[in-house]
């Protein structure tokens, strides 16, 4: 059995002051600065980076650059670009460490700009119209590479003139799917690539299209972005990841990488067609022989594992380097050598840090406890961010054997305090494989505590040793609820059959991991109010929720319900990426095995629910409709069973507005509360 206990959470409990140690709550969560998007100086000095700080009043966060100087002993982090009425991100360091490209909206308008590290000489380089997504500075900062939604076939970044008929009807019309994707209607826009000149003069003009003839999306919607492109050493070339539309669009995985010319001159050449699964994160070795990028196996599965791969640019030659290493790569950098590629990757509820061997493909873990992300190989060692269920994210770097801390950003607002404490524990769950999972325990709490039971979304997922500003543990223990979260079947960082076991099985071996970890918390942790327990999940836990109103009906005070599926039938037709609710149900459409569908189905059981259910969904939610949220909250109702409907009008999947989160947390620990907390007398 292992205690988490971060470096961040020691650092932190060293600073506190004792006599007014109190419980963290949403309120502090959503204070906190939020770092990201790291980038450093090859020889090792400065390190640059993205930090968020919330405007409730705005309902929104705002972005400034900041810099630290790692030579420098000693030394605090210092704004870099901080407008006031504008948002500095997107971070790109020069090859000689002197200058910072970025994105920034002041005046209105997107544009990138420049400024030296030390603070000198912000100027504008950019005045093309119509917005962006991203961009790429080459290596020898003489163009930079910009994707922005334009039409298909677009020469260039200036937006088409479009007359618009003023008697035409507002209805929107298509021929193919998508009709909608994450939280935004099609409009036939796709993120394309262009390359624009980069001289004393700035990056004037609207640049020219690379992408050819090619159809899709580059980066890939709706969550791609730098990671997804990359220059060759010399600038010459392009290398980048699409899917290319077909007829149906939703029903494949296949991003492939291509490589084109910079200038525009000859069409995209596809570098990994044979393989009909995912082929993502292009990235380029220092010396530009290499290229790596991770490979997925099996066409139409998001969740296949991972594989490190390396293309020789020459020969074209390419070596799967992690073929024999049971986990699943998220992040490549490689080393200023080329000798090391670093990667992350989920393992037994940590995402470390790993060194892979690029002769041998020998991997060796870097770090222990924690999430890690962000990594960048610097001559001083590799600076990275790491966060904990217990910590957010601060900056550390690693040069020996263990990380050194950079940045204390949140200290000040952490101070006074006090963090719950975080026990894993295993136990024997399904096909008598070994299960894990976490149970947190409030600060300073004595005798027995309500139990908040959570279920990770995915489902191919983990309820890992990280920090959430969406679903916050420390948050429920901060308001006096025993947390515990299981690893069930079909989470990642236990082996790619272990994540394959939730296929066509989500209402099997997941609710049996389920039952028997509940119970395996509660007989090990006698803190544990075993029989004042509330469960909740969103997304595929959502799912869960739903179904153990139907499969578990005696167990739970009170049930959360966030973003989950209630009918499989509906949901097969309703969303957007049909190859994952395909894939889990066998591989084929609801109409040619709707068996495969209604095995697992919530609403086929709809007659046995009686447990008190918040409801909560998203009007922009496509992923999982919200009509699924309406139709749990009209059983509910239906049946007089004690409910309650949260529908919030402007987010999706998630949610992401700081006063909505607050609204959220008031309403889902308000209706716990109600289930598991005597009344005051």
Known sequence: MKTILSASVLAIAAAATPAAARQLTIDDVISLSRVSSPVASRDGRWLVWQQRETDLAANRGRFDLWRLDLSSKGAKPEKLAAEADANETSPQMSADGRTIYYQSDKGGDDAIWSIGVDGSNARKLTGFQGGFGGFKVAPGGDKILVWADRKPGAPSLAPALVKKDPLAGEGRTYDQLFVRHWDTWSNGDRSQLFVLPLGADGAPGDGTAIGGALIGDAPSKPFGG?????????????????????RI?????NLDIFAVPADGSAAPVNLTATNKGTDNLPTVSPDG???????????????????????????????????????SVASIAWSQNGKTIYVTADDTQETPAFAVDTASGKVTRLTQSGHVSGV????????????SLTAPDDFYRLSGKKPVRLTSVNAAKLAGIEMPTVTRFNFTGADDDTVWGYAVKPAGGTGKVPVAYMVHGGPQGSSNNSWSYRWNPAVFAGAGYGLVA??????????????????????????????????????????????NACALGASYGGYMMNWFEGQWPDRFKCIVQHDGVFDARAMAYETEELWFDEWEHGGKAYYEDPAAFEKWNPVNYVDRWK?????????????????QGLATF????????????????????????????????????????????????
């Open 226 to 246: 730098a990671e997804e492109v990359d220059w060759s050493a010399d600038g010459k070339t392009v290398y980048f990841a699409l899917r290319e539309a077909g």
């Open 249 to 253: 669009e939703p029903l494949s995985t």
């Open 289 to 327: 022989r290499f290229l790596a990028y991770f490979a997925m196996a099996r066409a139409g599965f998001e969740a296949d594992r991972q594989v490190l791969m390396v293309r020789d640019l020459s020969s074209g030659q390419v070596r799967a380097l992690t073929q024999d290493w049971d986990r």
């Open 376 to 387: 960048v190989p610097t001559a001083k060692g590799v600076v990275f961010a790491m966060n």
């Open 486 to 531: 299981v690893d069930f079947h079909g989470s990642t960082g236990y082996g790619q059959k272990f994540t394959d076991a939730i296929s066509g099985n989500w209402g099997g071996w997941p609710l049996e991991d389920l039952q028997k970890g509940l119970k395996a918390a509660t007989d090990k942790f006698g803190w544990l109010d075993a029989d």
């Open 611 to 627: 447990t008190p259910m918040l409801v909560i969904t998203g009007e922009k939610d496509y992923r999982i409709p919200y009509t």
């Open 634 to 681: 009209t059983a509910l109702q239906r049946k007089g069973i004690p409910s309650r409907l949260l529908v919030n009008p402007n987010e999706n999947h998630w949610v992401l507005k700081p006063n909505n989160s607050r609204q959220w947390y008031g309403e889902v620990l308000g209706w716990m509360d109600r289930y598991t907390k005597a009344p005051a007398k």
